[in-house]
């Protein structure tokens, strides 16, 4: 992925072929992690209007989302693990970038964590949502929130337990991603069911307020800490 983004940057606009467990395999183009306030869903965008003070962009990729509260004053942080996807946000003009491991971070604490196009699939399974839950007190101020968005792959796949019997949880999806001849290794991806989600929060001391949804299962939700 990071060197698709490279290469669009230098005006090569080649799609990205993702290969998706209960989806099969399909073509993304890479203008999409490029997108502009207007051309956002409209759950993204409120979800950026939900950010408050200081700003971590968990997952950055492209840092569109970033870019986008930076051009309106905000104070905000990108981070991802990839070098490429680092030197992307650099080269668009980002001023707050930083590659690292989300769980091996806790330099800093913020008013606002950031998670969008599904970016807290990043956790990859349950037990890694509840692991990053309980990561994320150690990075967030008293009186922060939590935002990001999620699907439940029920809704959009009604049969998607029975095409997924080899996990856990239906919603554990595994990716890879080809771009030309180059090939990423594959990953877990988590698509976390509202009340699966309601649950990690209960036991790991986060009160969840779902804020959008519609009728295919997406949905954006706010966390704050329990008192």
Request: hydrophobic share 40%.
């Amino acid at each position: 992925m990071g060197r698709a983004l490279l290469s669009y940057l230098d005006g090569h606009h080649r799609e990205v072929i993702v290969n998706k467990s209960l989806f099969g395999s399909f073509e993304v183009p890479v203008s999409i992690y490029f997108r502009n306030q207007d051309a956002l869903p409209e759950a993204e965008n409120y979800a950026l209007s939900l950010c408050r003070g200081s700003i971590l962009d968990i997952g950055a990729g492209s840092g569109c989302h970033s870019l986008i509260l930076q051009e309106e004053g905000a104070d905000v942080t990108s981070m991802d693990i990839s070098p490429l996807h680092i030197e992307v946000m650099k080269q668009q003009g980002l001023k707050k970038v930083i590659r690292a491991n989300i769980f091996d971070y806790s330099a800093q604490r913020f008013d606002t964590l950031l998670m969008l196009m599904n970016g807290i699939g990043l956790t990859g399974d349950l037990a890694g949502l509840e692991r990053f839950l309980i990561h994320a007190h150690r990075l967030i101020r008293p009186g922060g929130r939590l935002i990001f968005d999620s699907t439940d792959m029920s809704v959009e796949i009604p049969d998607a337990a029975n095409k997924n019997k080899e996990e856990k949880y239906f919603g554990t999806v595994k990716y890879s991603m080809q771009w030309r001849n180059i090939e990423g290794a594959p990953f877990k991806w988590l698509y976390v069911a509202a009340l699966p989600l309601r649950m990690a929060c209960k036991k790991t001391g986060w009160e969840m307020q779902i804020v959008f949804e519609d009728k295919d299962g997406h949905y954006l939700v706010m966390l704050h800490e329990s008192a």
